[in-house]
């Protein structure tokens, strides 16, 4: 007798459906598994076998094949248990099969027939709703993440029993009361802008790439404030919206990152050390392996110490920077992985970090020459914000505080609703990912603004990139301030970021 029930597996940060094919016939007692199974679905014939027995069942005494098709897919994962150990009882006749084809069936079983959770469920159910199953059957520790996907039918089944008495017209097993998160909590774990003393200038830029989400380097000597600014941005972005919060749950899933059900609201903020490799970073194909710059997406990746990254590393988020993904080719294995993500990095301006200072500067022309050499123009070109940033002096120190978090947070929630209002058409959020039919769309600059790019050109120091990435930053500034206009103000407040521009760098005071 033959039966199909319906389960996925996972691909990179999506999942593929699967059809679980059991055919049961006379024979010597054998179980066999076929259609690239790994090593974990390949070991599900021993825990099915027990799981089947100890959960009341009688496991049948014959030839048993179960074939999961797609044939040349890679089936990865104990996710298979369930669908495989349903499969069996269908084809044997100990359960009716005629719900098997319209509840898609997610976990892991236990020698006992327990149903354990997985990851990648919240995955598993955006694909099950994309499918048009009527419910997913799955184990109730990961039952609310899966009612995260709106308009899916969800059921939990805390042993092999309950999936069978819910594939026969059954009720299932009730859903785990909701975990409470603790009240008062601070997104942003008590760092403020308002520790922040004499910087004025260096909040502002903050604060403009919190607004249209803008790359930053930090650039200064040792005890300038370069780390303290970077690690308060958090404190002033917005909360996720629903959309890029599942984004970053499902990431978080697949990986086994994802400790509970409630939705995200703090943008995730990654800090990896100078010595991370380049898979670190950017990952690799196989499943669950994903590099440091994924697991910033619709957050910040910081990189303090830029300059004592390896070379290869920091030109690989050359392609994230730009197009806000990571395309990994390997000899067996190729994924696509969202990686759109503010960079902040911090670094020093030489070796020794007191470059300009002679009597502390011991740094020679090639420790100098070295240290250039690992900032690559193209990556530098891809950062809309250089701030270069000098000691306080003791009076500064003692000055009140220039603003706060939540004063900043405000302005740049306001930005960035009029941000997603205008860009709504193109499905965008923040200036920093306008393409140029965008930026001639909504930056219409007045004869100064022209004159200032014009005179950028005429010196030959910026690329055209450079240019696009300071015309976004004014637009940035322009919506920090409420208008709808972009001044050729607001274009030289942009160009005095940018170094190249022949404008002079701004330093932060």
């Known amino acids: 007798m033959l039966a199909r029930a319906r389960t996925f597996t996972i691909e990179g940060l999506h999942a593929r459906a699967v059809s679980v094919e059991v055919d049961i016939r006379a024979g010597l007692p054998a179980f066999t598994i076929v259609g690239l199974a790994d090593a974990a679905v390949r070991e599900a014939r021993d825990r099915v076998h027990a799981a089947v027995l100890n959960s009341g069942f009688e496991f049948p005494a014959r030839r048993i094949t ?210 991370i490799t380049t898979a670190g970073m950017i990952g690799g194909a196989q499943r669950g392996w994903v590099g440091e710059a994924v697991l910033a997406h619709n957050g910040v990746l910081f990189l303090d110490e830029l300059s004592e990254f390896a070379r290869p590393t920091l030109e690989a988020l050359r392609q994230p920077l730009e197009d806000g993904r990571v395309a990994i080719v390997r000899a067996r294995h190729s994924a696509v992985y969202p990686a759109r993500f503010m960079l902040v990095a911090a670094t020093n301006p030489c070796p020794c970090g007191y470059a300009g200072q002679a009597e502390r500067c011991k740094c020679r022309e090639a420790d100098l020459a070295r240290h250039r050499r690992r900032l690559s123009g193209p990556l530098l070109d891809r950062i809309d914000l250089l701030l270069g940033m000098e000691r306080s002096g003791a009076d500064q120190l003692v000055l009140a505080p220039f603003t706060n978090s939540a004063r900043a947070r405000e302005q740049v929630i306001e930005a960035r609703e009029r941000q997603a209002a205008r860009l709504a058409d193109a499905g965008i959020l923040v200036n920093a990912q306008m393409d140029t039919a965008m930026l001639r769309r909504h930056v219409k600059l007045d004869e100064d603004g022209h004159m200032l790019l014009k005179g950028t050109h005429e010196r030959g120091t910026m690329s055209a990139r450079g240019q696009h990435r300071a015309l976004r930053v004014a637009r940035t500034i322009a919506d920090l301030e409420g208008r709808d206009r972009v001044k050729s103000e607001d274009l030289a407040r942009a160009l005095s970021w940018r170094p190249e521009a022949g404008l002079g760098s701004r330093r932060a005071a």
């Open 66 to 275: 179960a074939n999961l098709a797609p044939a040349d897919v890679p089936k990865i994962g104990p996710g298979f248990d369930l669908a495989l150990a349903c499969g069996v009882l269908g084809a044997s006749g100990q359960i009716p099969t005629e719900l098997l084809d319209t509840h898609a069936l997610f976990g892991e079983l236990s020698l006992d027939g327990e149903v354990r959770p997985c990851h990648g469920t919240l995955a598993v159910a955006e694909a099950c709703r994309k499918a048009g199953m009527e419910m997913l059957l799955l184990g109730p520790g990961k039952a609310r993440e899966a009612l995260l996907v709106d308009g899916l039918r969800v059921g939990a089944v805390e042993r092999l029993g309950s999936a069978a008495r819910v594939l026969g017209g059954g009720a299932p097993d009730p859903l785990p009361k909701p975990r409470k998160v603790p009240a008062g909590r601070s997104p942003h774990k008590g760092l403020d802008l308002e520790d922040v003393r004499g910087r004025r200038d260096a909040v502002e830029a903050l604060t403009v790439a919190a607004a249209g989400g803008h790359n930053s380097l930090l650039s200064g000597a040792p005890g300038t404030g370069k780390t303290m600014l970077a690690q308060r941005l958090p404190s002033i972005l917005p909360p996720l919206r629903r959309a890029e919060a599942i984004e970053v749950m499902r990431i978080h899933s697949v990986t086994g990152r994802l400790t509970g059900p409630e939705l995200f609201s703090e943008r995730p903020f990654r800090a990896p050390h100078h010595t």
